[in-house]
């Protein structure tokens, strides 16, 4: 008989992690672009999170769209136990999480949701699982709704497949927790390589992915690649899945992976400007950029917009700056055949009306600085300024008052979760419907500022957050190590203070964390 976890990493807790693409301000800005309706943010609508981890993303949602009714489910009771304790702390009322497997899900009575996100999921299940999954979008997802599928692709991962393999071999036969067994695990693959093992050479890739695993946090590692279940997969057989559930692909939540000429080398792309099959066409995308992971986007129902019905729709869009300084020599944008540069006459002008506040499309447009520039430019100028974090979409602006209220209730749990040895580095704005990084000393800073206000002493803030570090045990740490020299430890925790008042502030303000 199956184990509950059915090979699934439970004996160490998945970190808790944020998805700026699962949120539905991200959902519906991704599919206004790509030319589809999507469910309309002002109105109440419905949100379902299958395989939720900790659950931070579902109630970040939860909290910036409190006219939502918000579900997360995940078959690990910590995870669980996490996120609803989170939820009860901050108030939230509209967000229920389940602890349920995918073959109970799609037993159990729910009502139909507008959104069903399965981030990180599809490629970490068995195929019994993911035909238990896809059962319930068929079954849930209402029509004009959208559905977010993430997963590893063969294209970029076939080569990886052996060792993965031997990684999760050398784990099992290790007496210790999955992540603390990870550095064995990578030691005998490296003795492997330094041995002159003919697979490397054969797999030249495989030495930036080893040298990128060493950088990652070991209980990531464990849950990314040490489960039982462990699959790329192909495009064209999710879509062909999908498309029984009456759902079709429009594109990809990657809004930089929708340009094709910064997406495929230049040959592709013409290889794709002549291939009119869209499931074809993704194949094609996948081998010329050698694509390991994909965030497709799918819709019940496949009605696109009229051309005039997208402009003016696009004309509203409206974003707002993340703080994000840009570089002199324009913004970078990762793309997957390399690293991009924008160029700095067309988005030098929109950060400098960024730094006076939101900016949309339209009000882009009327600047003589893009006057004779194509409006499609401009748009993609914004799809690349959002991908790339230095800006977001606004949500609506209707309901922000209460928006605010939530999310600061929300950011206070937070904060008084970390002083007690958690990492959740992140702030929930309700401007943008999303989550804003940060690190933890500025979770809580910010926690006293929402919890007694600022009256504009510095000396006494840092005061006051060196007693919280003290009351709760909380590190401080440089370059990874604790400062154990108490005058060091005031001296780095008042810089921190002095930075965060001067340069995070106003950008927390301006998205309503603050």
Not at 66 to 84: K, Y
Not at 161 to 181: F, G, Q
Not at 281 to 304: H, N, T, W
């Amino acid at each position: 008989m199956a184990k509950w976890d059915e090979g699934y990493v439970t004996d160490v807790a998945y970190v808790s992690s944020f998805y700026r693409e699962i949120t539905p301000a991200w959902l519906t800005t991704a599919s206004l672009v790509l030319g589809h309706r999507a469910p309309d943010l002002a109105q109440p609508f419905s949100y379902a999170d299958l395989g939720c981890g900790n659950g931070f993303t579902t109630l970040v949602v939860a909290a910036t769209c409190p006219q939502a009714v918000v579900w997360g489910f995940d078959f690990n009771p910590s995870h669980i136990e996490f996120a609803s304790r989170l939820a009860d702390q901050a108030g939230l009322r509209n967000v229920r999480f389940v602890e349920t497997s995918f073959a109970e899900l799609a037993r159990l009575d729910l009502p139909d949701f507008d959104f069903i996100v399965a981030h990180g999921v599809l490629s970490w299940i068995s195929q019994k699982n993911r035909r238990h999954l896809l059962g319930t979008v068929a079954k849930r997802l209402k029509p004009g709704g959208l559905v977010y599928l993430s997963y590893n692709v063969t294209a970029g991962w076939a080569a990886m497949v052996p060792l993965r393999r031997l990684m999760r071999m050398l784990t099992l036969a290790s007496p210790e927790r999955t992540d603390l067994a990870v550095s064995g695990a990578l030691e005998v693959v490296n003795r492997l390589k330094d041995a002159g093992a003919l697979f490397f050479p054969a797999h030249p890739q495989l030495e930036k992915w080893l040298a990128d695993l060493g950088g990652l946090d070991d209980r990531y590692i464990a849950h990314e690649y040490l489960n039982e279940d462990w699959h790329p997969l192909s495009f064209a057989d999710v879509a062909s899945e999908m498309h029984e559930a009456k759902c079709d692909y429009i594109g990809s939540a990657t809004l930089a992976e929708n340009i094709d000429t910064i997406s495929v080398p230049a040959g592709v792309s013409l290889m794709l400007a002549e291939t009119h099959d869209p499931v074809l066409r993704e194949m094609l995308r996948d081998i010329g950029g050698a694509q390991s992971f994909r965030r497709d986007l799918y819709r019940k129902g496949v009605a696109p917009m009229s051309g005039p019905e997208q402009q003016m729709r696009l004309h509203a869009l409206t974003i707002a700056s993340l703080g994000v300084a840009m570089p002199e020599d324009g913004p970078t944008f990762t793309s997957p055949i390399g690293d991009v540069t924008g160029r700095p006459e067309i988005y030098q002008p929109l950060m400098d009306m960024l730094e006076s506040g939101w900016v949309s499309v339209e009000q882009a447009m009327q600047s003589p600085a893009f006057a004779g520039h194509p409006w499609v430019e401009l748009l993609q100028a914004f799809s690349l300024l959002i991908a790339g974090g230095y800006a977001h979409p606004i949500l609506p602006p209707s309901g922000t008052d209460a928006r605010r209220t939530i999310c600061r209730r929300l950011n206070l749990a937070i904060a008084q979760t970390n002083a007690h040895a958690a990492d959740l580095p992140l702030f929930a704005s309700p401007v943008i419907g999303s989550a804003v990084g940060g690190d933890i000393l500025e979770t809580l800073i910010a926690g006293i500022l929402l919890n007694d206000g600022w009256h504009g002493d510095e000396a006494a803030l840092t005061t006051e957050l060196l007693s919280v570090l003290g009351r709760t045990g909380r590190s401080v740490r440089r370059d990874g190590q604790p400062i154990t020299d108490p005058a060091d430890r005031a001296r780095v925790v008042g810089e921190a203070v002095a930075a965060f008042l001067g340069k995070r502030l106003p950008v927390l303000r301006n998205l309503g964390v603050l």
